[in-house]
Nanobody, 130 residues
Framework: QVQLQESGPGLVKPSQTLSLTCTVS??????????WSWIRQPPGKGLEWMGA???????YYNPSLKSRTSIFRDTSKNQFTLQLTSMTPEDTAVYYC??????????????????????WGQGTQVTVSS
């Protein structure tokens, strides 16, 4: 089973861009038919699917975040990265990377369940504050 590990800053100032990287071990991010997602959980709220990058490199985004979100990958390092622009305190959350074998269309609504994904990173707390 693959293992995922998030890395990035724990504190971001308002208006800045967040950049988080997920390092994958035990499997390749180009393996068919895997999809690699970013998911977050604000305090007291449920999981929110943010976007994904497929084994092919194709990207998918939550429509509500699409204008601020970019996901890209470095296949040489077996990593994929989330960038979220124009951060506000409302973006404070635990951010997770996760993988799934095959696509699940229900995440396009933004809602996610832990059981939708086969492997998860431990999560990283990101706080937006000046």
């Amino acid at each position: 089973q693959v293992q995922l590990q998030e890395s990035g800053p724990g504190l971001v100032k308002p208006s800045q861009t967040l950049s988080l990287t997920c390092t994958v071990s035990g499997g390749s991010i180009t393996t068919i038919p895997y999809y690699w997602s970013w998911i977050r959980q604000p305090p007291g709220k449920g999981l929110e699917w943010m976007g994904a990058i497929a084994f092919s490199g194709r990207t998918y985004y939550n429509p509500s975040l699409k204008s601020r979100t970019s996901i890209f990958r470095d296949t040489s390092k077996n990593q994929f990265t989330l960038q979220l622009t124009s951060m506000t305190p409302e973006d404070t959350a635990v951010y997770y990377c996760a993988s799934r074998e095959g696509w699940i269309d229900s995440v396009r609504s933004g809602s996610a369940q832990r059981s939708d994904f086969g492997s998860w990173g431990q999560g990283t707390q990101v706080t937006v504050s000046s």
